[in-house]
DNA sequence: ATGAAAAATGCAATCGATTGCATTTTTCAT
DNA sequence: ATGAAAAATGCAATCGATTGCATTTTTCAT
C-alpha cells in the first residue's frame, strides 16, 4: 500500500538534505553538480523509485515533445503505414505522437486540429479530410509559425513543408501504360476533385491521353468517393455506355477490387475486355485474381520523411520562412488486371 | 507579425482590471462569476485569441487526459483497426490518445511504456510484444492502480481488465469446421506459444481434434513468427512428410495466404487437396482466389470497448480492484479455400 | 594559516492554470 | 440610511521541474 503519490525532486531533496536546484541539475547530468553528490541523488532516486513528472517539465520548457498526426482512417493501409513511418522516426527522436482521425469530416478534423494546438504539440502532420472546405483551423499552426507538414492530400493555400507523390506522373505513367496495352477507351474513376492527389492524377491521365492522341470522352470521367460501393457503382455506369470503355484507371484499389470483383460475377474478363489499374497498392492487390496494376505509393517512408521534416523544422534554431515540398518517387506495377498478352 | 507568445489569463486578467482566478473561472463557466463579467471576458479572450494551455491546466489537475495505447504494428489491419476504434471512443470522450508500436521488440515496449508513463498517461491500452518475456514495466501501471487494459495479447501475471477474443473456440471451431468438412490429417501453424492467444487456438485446435477421436500428431504442429516466409517455410515442410496433412489451420491470414499462393504455384488444389483456414480475416483474405476461409475477430469494436473500459477506469471515483475481461464473440467465416463442394 | 579563485550549491522566480479561503462588493429588508 | 446576508471577486499557494543569479564551500598557492 502506502505509495501515496509519486515522489518529486522535492521529496528527494528533503531526504537528502539538499535543495530542488540540486536535484534537477543531478538528474540531468548537469556538470555544475558535482561526481559525488550526482550519484547520491541518482542512488536516492532509484531508492524512492522516482519518476520525472514529464508535464511539469513540458510546462517549464514550452515544449512537449510531442507531435501530432491526423489522417482521414487510421485503419487503412497508406495512412496506418504513414503512422507507422511517422513513430518510428519520432519515437527514435524522443517524440510522443498524438494521433487522431478525421474520417474524412471537415468538422471534427477542426476540432482535433484545435485539440492539438492546445495541448500544445510541437507539430504537427496532417493529411486533410475528403470534405474539409476551409482551412483555417490550420493557420492556428501556419498562423503561429508552428512546424505543419501536409503529407499526400496537401492543401496549396497553406504555406508549409509537404511530402506528396508525384500524383500527376503517376496518372500519366497509369494511362501511358494503358494506352501501350492498346487500349483506346480509357474510363478514369476519381475522387473529389478539391484534393489536389485526385485532381492531379486526373491531369495525368488527361495529359496522356493527349500526348498519345487519344480523345478525352468526359463521359468516361467519373467522380466519386471512391468507396467500394461507388466504384460498383461506377463501373455499372461506365457497362451501360453505348460506347463502352477497354479500361479503367481507377482512383484507388478499393474501386479497381470493385471493379474486377463485378466484372468477374457478369462474365467481363480483365484485362483482356476491360483492363483494370488502380492506385496505392494495398496488400490485396497482389493476391486477388486477376492481380491488380497499381501505383505503389511509399506510406511508410512518407511517414518517416515528414516526421524527420517536421522534427528538423522543430529543432531548428530559427524558422526561415523556408519550405520545402519532397516529392515521392512512384511506381507503376502492372500486374495481370491490365497486362495484355499478346 | 508580433504575435509573440501565446496570451495566458493573466494577460486577460492585466487587460480587463481582474484577478486570473476570475479569468480562469469565467473561462470554465464557474457559476461563481456573475454572467456579465463572464461574457466581457469571453469577449477578451477571443478578440485577444487566446487558446488555453492544456499542459499547465493538466499540470495543476494532476490529469493528462491521454490514454496511451502500445500495439506490436501500427501498420497492420487488426491492430489499426483496434487503434482506429479506440480513438473513436477516446475522442468523443474527450481523451487524446498517444500511439506507439513494440515492433515486437520487448525491449522497445519496456521504453515505450515507461515514456507513457512519465508522460503521465491517464491510462494504458497495450497488446504485448511477440518477444516480451518480463513484464516488470507493466507493473509502473498495475503497481500503482494507473488503469490498464490489456487486448488481444493479455498477460495473465498481471490483474487488468482484459478484451479478448475467444481464442480457444475460435481454434476449436476451425478444427471443428475442417473436420466436417472430411479432413483426417489437420495441421496447426502457430506463433510463439507464450503468447496466450496463439496457446488457446492451439489447444482449442487439440481439444477438438480429440472430441472427435482423431490423433493429435506434433509432428504436424509447426511454430514460427507467422510471417509470409514463415509461413512458406512451415508449409514446404509439412509437404516433406511422408505423410501428409489433408489441411492446415494456419495462425494467422498471412501464412494461410503463404500457403495458397505456394500451392498455386506446385499445382496443389485448395480446398481439394489441402484445406486451408486462417485467422483475423485479412482484407486480402476475401477476395484472394481461392478465398481464405477464417476468424473474424472485431478489431474496432475491440478497440472500442478497451477505450471504454479504460475510460470507465479513470473516472471511475475509486478503484474497487475488481477487474473485468470482455470476450468478444468471434466469427468463423467460411469460404473457398476450405469448403469442400460434395 | 590566509585569501583569492574556482567549484558547488541554493534562492526564488518561472512556466500557466486552478482553487480554498478570505475579502470586497452588491443586494435588500427594515 | 443601515446592517446583515448573499453574491462576486481576489490572494496566495499549488501542481513539479527548471534556471539565472547569488551565496556558500572547497581548493590551492603562498
Known amino acids: 500500500m502506502s505509495s501515496k503519490a509519486e515522489p518529486t525532486i522535492h521529496d528527494l531533496a ?30 536516492a532516486a532509484l531508492e524512492l523509485g522516482y519518476q520525472p513528472n514529464i508535464i511539469a517539465s513540458n510546462l517549464r520548457n514550452r515544449k512537449s515533445n510531442t507531435i501530432g498526426i491526423v489522417v482521414p482512417l487510421i485503419n487503412r493501409h497508406f495512412f496506418s503505414s504513414v503512422i507507422s513511418g511517422v ?96 487500349c483506346k477507351r480509357i474510363a478514369h474513376l476519381t475522387g473529389p476533385l478539391n484534393l489536389i492527389t485526385y485532381s492531379d492524377r486526373k491531369r495525368g491521365y488527361k495529359q496522356a491521353l493527349v500526348d498519345h492522341h487519344l480523345e478525352v470522352d468526359e463521359e468516361l470521367i467519373i467522380v466519386n468517393n471512391l468507396t467500394r460501393a461507388d466504384g460498383l457503382m461506377a463501373v455499372q455506369q461506365l457497362l451501360k455506355l453505348k460506347n463502352r470503355p477497354d479500361a479503367i484507371f481507377c482512383g484507388n484499389d478499393t474501386t479497381a477490387l470493385s471493379a474486377i470483383l463485378h466484372f468477374k460475377e457478369v462474365g467481363i474478363k480483365v484485362p483482356e475486355d476491360i483492363a483494370i489499374v488502380g492506385f496505392s497498392n494495398e496488400p490485396f492487390s497482389e493476391v486477388v485474381t486477376p492481380s491488380i496494376s497499381t501505383i505503389k505509393q511509399p506510406g511508410f517512408e512518407m511517414g518517416q520523411k515528414a516526421a524527420q521534416m517536421l522534427i528538423g523544422q522543430i529543432e531548428k534554431k530559427q524558422r526561415d520562412g523556408h519550405f520545402e515540398t519532397v516529392t515521392m518517387p512512384t511506381e507503376l506495377i502492372i500486374r495481370e488486371s491490365s497486362f495484355v498478352k499478346r
Request: proline content about 2%.
Open 14 to 43: 528533503r531526504k537528502l538534505n539538499i535543495s530542488a536546484s540540486t536535484v534537477s541539475r543531478a538528474l540531468n547530468d548537469n556538470p555544475r553538480i558535482s561526481q559525488k553528490t550526482r550519484e547520491k541523488i541518482k542512488a
Open 87 to 182: 513513430e518510428d522516426v519520432a519515437f527514435a527522436a524522443g517524440y510522443n505522437v498524438v494521433i487522431s482521425q478525421s474520417n474524412d469530416d471537415g468538422e471534427k478534423e477542426q476540432r482535433i486540429v484545435h485539440s492539438m494546438f492546445v495541448n500544445r504539440v510541437d507539430g504537427l502532420i496532417i493529411s486533410i479530410a475528403m470534405k474539409s472546405t476551409t482551412f483555417d483551423h490550420l493557420k492556428l499552426f501556419s498562423g503561429k509559425k508552428i512546424p505543419l507538414v501536409f503529407f499526400d492530400r496537401i492543401v496549396r493555400e497553406i504555406e508549409a513543408d509537404r511530402v506528396v507523390v508525384d500524383d500527376f506522373n503517376g496518372g500519366y505513367k497509369v494511362t501511358k501504360h494503358l494506352i501501350e496495352q492498346g
